[in-house]
């Protein structure tokens, strides 16, 4: 069945914290729950489907549920990491179409730099260890589960988001000559919409001088490839469309949607392309549009190599010729083909519970609402895309595309 | 080497590989029914889902496919993928010689380096 119309978005909210040091994690979810609710004109008793992912604690949605009384019908905790969100908007557009939920609420939210503050406080009143030095800080990470077979050949070798990121960035640099400084472009772009949101972590316009002499971090990932680490998070609400056209808000119908899982496929490893080259035309096909047509841009930018992948995989450009399509601002709103990430992204504004996959349709509803501040606002938007990739681009990851329209 | 390698978690299904890797040898699983290698290994073959699967001794060189060195002086180390000459691509680090030199392309061999209290674990170094 298609969702092309089925379901339309009528409630979006961003945290406007960046650093939750007094503010529990279910306290963030209630916060953006309660923020969708107004921005919709809804209230909480007509919430009737709730969406979670990971980031929600202990038994996610009964837990969610009842710090909020929801009283649910239909619940889902679809968990792919930072693209969550993104599929969630696709499954409540299947719940509503098949008479399972009204009005569903999707939430995400996290402290991860605030418990990372508190792991370092705890340490540093720990006084020094055995061997004199200073203790390091230990953060309740999950322990590694014995289950998941594949960690027990990976753990041994150090990998983290950053150098199985870079990674990949090397292996396209290496097939297709895409450079460190067509990268930073990605940055620069995301800077040059940043200065205009006074919640965004980095406000400051880079230039790529100022990407590619940062600190290496990974290889070639330097520090102003990374984005942002932050408190926060992010709601939405999305509707049956004979109830979003009563609502006061203009109508941002869900048209198209598309998702798919990549891994290790037993060790066929190619790291040229990202499950985005799998949820992309799907997502596409229902919509019934191409990507020339789409205006606005959110791709999830963990790292500028993450947005580079996405443009190609979505068929923005041909493979191999993303470098070439974000030079000389080919991402900047006014500027570029493409505007992207007018927030900011989590490249400068946020990527709240290191999942950032919410904050990327909230902006796509902001650009199709013509909400976006006006100096990144793109002129009559009527066609979205929002994109997620959620888990590790060179490990395994979930792709989640979604295509909007301003009707 | 300045960094610690974490305990590889052994199950039933891969013991065998490990307890290999701790003698000094690289296995790599090959299905009898489809004649395709996989790694990581396991019971059923994820190109066929046959379970006729069996250990094959690894010649123990390959290439490097990507790699990204990361950490400053003595805590940098690089994590690689290196694809084995039977076919698969395992994930790895790359040991020895000038970590500035490592690339994709270069040909790889197996060395074995202990973890903390399990079994050594199979990394590569510049041929
Ligand atoms: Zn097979």
Partial sequence: MSLNGKAAIVGAYEHPTRNAENLSVLRLHADVAKGALADAGLTRDDIDGYFCAGDAPGLGSATVAEYLGLKLRHVDSTECGGSAPILHVAHAAAAIAAGRCNVALITLAGRPRAAMAEAQARAAAAGPGKDGKPAKPALALRPPDPDCPELAFELPYGPSTQNLYAMVAQRHMHEFGTTSEQLAWIKVAASHHAQHNPNAMLRKVVTVDDVVNSPMVSDPLHRLDCCVMSDGGGALIVARPEIARQLKRPLVMVRGTGEAPKHGMGGRIDLTWSAAAWSGPRAFEEAGITPAQIQYASLYDSFTITVLMQLEDLGFCKKGEGGRFVMDGGLISGVGRLPFNTDGGGLCNNHPANRGGVTKVIEAVRQLRGEAHPAVQVRDCTWALANGIGGALASRHTAGTLILERV | ?127
């Avoid at chain 2, 307890?19 to 029914?33: I, M, S």
């Avoid at chain 2, 010689?97 to 209290?117: C, H, L, M, N, W």
Wanted: glycine fraction near 10%.
């Fill in chain 2, 1 to 127: 080497m300045a960094r610690k390698i974490p305990k590889p978690m052994v199950q039933a299904e891969t013991a065998a590989y490990w307890q290999a890797a701790d003698a000094g040898r690289l296995l790599v699983k090959r299905c009898t029914a489809c004649g395709e290698f996989h790694h990581y290994p396991r019971d059923i073959c994820p190109h066929c889902l046959s379970d006729a699967t069996e250990w094959v001794d690894a010649a123990g060189t390959g290439t490097v496919y990507a790699c990204s060195t990361m950490g400053q002086g003595e805590a940098a180390y690089t994590l690689a993928y290196v694809t084995l000459d039977e076919g698969p691509t395992m994930l790895t680090n790359l040991v020895g010689g000038d970590a500035a030199r490592y690339q994709i392309g270069q040909k790889v061999r197996v060395v074995f380096t202990p973890s903390e209290g399990g079994p050594a674990v199979p990394m590569f170094t510049p041929v």
